[in-house]
């Protein structure tokens, strides 16, 4: 082993030997003895009598990563973790990455970033999984995560403000349809206008989606990583091991914690622990109701889904796309491969362990789009 090599392995262990000798009152006493202490502020699970407003202490904190610290040291972030994002006028926590063993790289991408180029709208819109109750980024999350079988079907609202350019889209008359993932709007043009056209989810658009799918509200997301530059390993790991938000009223930004909030040029003088609240739900106009479509997700990994009357003319392992009717390509979960047509169960056998893995290897393959 090198001398680079045995460097690495030592930060490692130091890292890890930090985290687990952290004591939790002296981390968290920093940032009172900085002076960062207004009243009501709690950072604990433990004190039963006044319940934290600075972190979380339910089940699924450790996928969000806002677990106070009694409950974070020495607990591994789990996947999947959860991204805030916007969609059809509201904030909403979404699953928006595919796990590390995931090997296809263009399903990781759409899901996790978006394409910049050549996307649809269908990379914008979440999806809502009926087995688990998980709300996705997008149907590429939930194809990698293996949670396709029963995703709601939604009914997507396609608003250009002018009836004419929504029955060319209806009727596929429309001489082009872009998506624009900056704008995450629809250009549609005929030979004679050019409108730019909003889509959204009439489900989620609708008042009480958060109860209904018992979906959660989140704001912009906190500072949680030192600058790569920053030399103190000790305070760059008590930032990345709990939760405790603080807000910068200067800068109008949270941070994760105290000592993200440290790392990152930022004084006592200017922190707050006051409660982190939900914002509202951004302004949106009502949308017209003379265009909608359902669209239906529940086929996603087998192909064949589609929504409407539209007939779906897609290759098998791709979606059709009933707005704009086209194919986008799939592919098979976690757990199955492509065999006899269709996506199956992997099902181990007598075969040699090399033989397993080819056929690991290959339920990644993504087909091209037609």
């Not at 490692?12 to 002076?35: K, P, T």
């Not at 990455?97 to 979440?126: F, M």
């Not at 688990?132 to 590429?140: I, K």
């Amino acid at each position: 082993m090198s001398s680079s090599e045995m460097r690495a392995v030592f930060l490692i262990l130091f890292l890890v030997a930090c985290a687990e000798a952290f004591d939790v009152d002296a981390v968290l006493h920093e940032r009172v003895q900085a002076g960062v202490d207004e009243e009501g502020c709690q950072d604990t699970c433990s004190n039963d009598t006044a319940p934290p407003n600075m972190c979380a202490c339910d089940a699924t904190c450790h996928f969000r990563r806002d677990c106070c610290a009694d409950l974070a040291f020495g607990v591994e972030d789990s996947e999947p973790r959860l991204r805030c994002v916007y969609s059809s006028g509201k904030y909403l926590l979404t699953v928006a990455n595919c796990p590390t063993p995931w090997k296809d790289s263009e399903t990781r991408l759409v899901c996790e970033h978006g394409k910049k180029r050549n996307a649809s709208y269908l990379q914008d819109i979440p999806v809502y999984s009926e087995s688990t109750g998980l709300l996705y980024r997008n149907a590429f999350c939930a194809l990698c995560n293996g949670d396709v079988k029963h995703l709601s079907r939604w009914s997507i609202v396609v608003d250009c403000g002018r009836e004419t350019i929504e029955e060319a889209l209806r009727n596929g008359t429309a001489k082009s349809a872009v998506y624009s993932a900056t704008t995450k709007n629809l250009n549609v043009s005929t030979d004679t206008e050019h409108r730019i056209c909003r889509i959204g989810v009439k489900e989620i658009l609708h008042e009480d989606f958060y109860r209904t799918y018992n979906v959660s509200k989140c704001s912009r997301p906190p500072v949680d990583k030192c600058p790569s530059s920053y030399s103190d390993d000790v305070t760059k790991t008590k930032c990345e091991s709990y939760t405790a938000i603080v807000y910068d009223e200067r800068k109008f930004q949270w941070y994760r914690n105290y000592h993200c909030a440290l790392c990152n040029k930022r004084t006592a003088k200017t922190l707050s622990c006051k409660l982190r609240g939900n914002p509202p739900d951004a302004g949106f106009r009502e949308y017209r109701s003379s265009y909608a479509i359902v669209m239906d997700f529940g086929q996603w990994d087998m192909g064949g889904s589609g929504g409407g009357s539209g007939t779906n003319q897609c290759e098998p392992r791709e979606v059709y796309d009933p707005v704009l009717r086209t194919c986008l390509a799939g592919a098979c979960p976690p757990g199955q491969i492509w065999r006899n047509g269709k996506c199956e169960t992997l099902k181990p056998d007598n075969g040699s362990d090399e033989r397993m893995k080819t056929e690991l290897d290959c339920e990644w393959v993504l087909l091209p789009a037609h």
